[in-house]
């Protein structure tokens, strides 16, 4: 039997006899906390596979994700000015702000405004912070002052500026019609800031109102994040363990893992936390194959399906 983790074998091997009961009547929650180092020794995991972290180590990319990628990338390096990457709740767009932050090229100067919660004056502190400018003054026509030339000098270098607003479905309209005044910051010929707003479906909605009509005529590149196909999902689960170390007797068969796609609809952070738990039950059966009856008990226990 493999050793895991610092607790000996008979306390171990106690607490997976007690644990040991048929899928449906065992509480999955319950366990999940004081087990978890256990269940990722016996499978080898140096990680946790399954994290809902929007961590870039196990970025996944899709065809989706590589599209989005490909399109901010686009819009930014094409002085597009206000571009939008919107997506259902958890499918990925705030790691891909990571990948694309982490991945891009240092030309490339940027600032990433996680909290939407900010007043006019704060937008422009946050941003010259990200960018490591400092304002002689903090009011506000010295920021915009300080911020319009760096942008100047950047832009003289060759370089450019973009400046990423997460979660900006929950940005009031006052907000979002700061965010284009910032974009009026132009030359005759292009715009010295590109600005990214990142954000649930709402976001398109919110963009419909007649007092931001001038804001969403303004935007020149769209795209919206799809749920991962049923194919995606097999790798993804695959990608996923990989990444964080499993060792490779430890599968999701084929029809779990289309069962995963099933109860998450192919949504990255549903299908992390079911994967979480299937592991957790397999670990209890003491399997390094996930089946997928595995997975339909731990959808019950995590998702209530
Ligand atoms: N392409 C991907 N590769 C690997 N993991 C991903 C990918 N997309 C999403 N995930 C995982 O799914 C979870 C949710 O991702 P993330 O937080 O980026 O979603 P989001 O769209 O920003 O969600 P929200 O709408 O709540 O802001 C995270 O655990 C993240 O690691
Ligand atoms: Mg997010």
């Known amino acids: 039997m493999a050793r895991y983790g610092r607790q000996s074998d008979l306390a171990i091997l106690t607490n997976i006899q007690l644990l040991k009961k048929p899928l449906h009547s065992f509480n999955i929650k319950k366990t999940l906390?004081?087990?978890?180092?256990m269940y990722k020794s016996f499978y080898g995991l140096n990680e946790?596979?399954?994290?809902?972290?929007?961590?870039?180590?196990?970025?996944?990319?899709?065809?989706?994700?590589?599209?989005?990628?490909?399109?901010?990338?686009?819009?930014?390096?094409?002085?597009k000015g206000i571009l939008c990457m919107t997506g259902d709740v958890g499918t990925g767009k705030t790691t891909l702000c990571r990948?694309?932050?982490?991945?891009?090229?240092?030309?490339?100067?940027?600032?990433?405004?996680?909290?939407?919660?900010?007043?006019?004056?704060?937008?422009?502190?946050?941003?010259?912070?990200?960018?490591?400018?400092?304002?002689?003054?903090n009011n506000k026509l010295d920021l915009i002052n300080t911020l319009n030339d760096f942008?100047?000098?950047?832009?003289?270098?060759?370089?450019?500026?973009?400046?990423?607003?997460d979660e900006a479905q929950n940005l009031l309209v006052k907000q979002l019609e700061q965010i284009r005044l910032l974009s009026n910051l132009e030359t005759e010929k292009f715009?010295?800031?590109?600005?990214?707003?990142?954000?649930q479906p709402e976001l398109l909605q919110n963009l419909k109102k007649p007092s931001l009509r001038q804001l969403d005529s303004r935007i020149a590149v769209r795209y919206h994040i799809q749920p991962l196909t049923k194919e995606d999902v097999r790798h993804y689960i695959a990608h996923r363990l990989k990444?964080?170390?499993?060792?490779?007797?430890?599968q999701f068969t084929t029809e779990a893992a289309d069962a995963v796609f099933h109860f998450s609809k192919?949504?990255?952070?549903?299908?992390?936390?079911?994967?979480?738990?299937?592991?957790?039950a397999g670990f209890v059966n003491e399997t390094f194959t996930i089946s997928e009856d595995i997975v339909k008990s731990a959808a019950k226990e995590a998702l209530n399906n």
């Not at 989706?64 to 819009?75: D, I, P, S």
């Not at 715009?191 to 954000?199: A, E, N, T």
């Not at 192919?266 to 957790?280: D, F, Q, S």
């Open 243 to 250: 990444v964080a170390g499993a060792s490779s007797k430890l």
């Open 99 to 137: 990948i694309l932050l982490n991945q891009i090229d240092p030309s490339i100067k940027t600032a990433f405004i996680l909290n939407p919660n900010f007043s006019q004056i704060q937008l422009l502190q946050l941003i010259t912070k990200d960018l490591g400018v400092i304002a002689k003054r």
């Open 48 to 79: 946790n596979a399954f994290n809902i972290t929007s961590d870039p180590a196990f970025y996944f990319e899709s065809d989706h994700h590589k599209e989005a990628y490909a399109h901010l990338l686009y819009g930014i390096k094409h002085r």
């Open 33 to 37: 906390c004081y087990n978890h180092s």
């Open 266 to 280: 192919g949504t990255p952070r549903v299908i992390n936390i079911l994967c979480e738990h299937a592991l957790l």
């Open 191 to 199: 715009k010295l800031l590109q600005i990214i707003l990142v954000g």
């Open 151 to 165: 942008l100047i000098a950047e832009t003289s270098k060759g370089n450019n500026v973009a400046v990423i607003i």
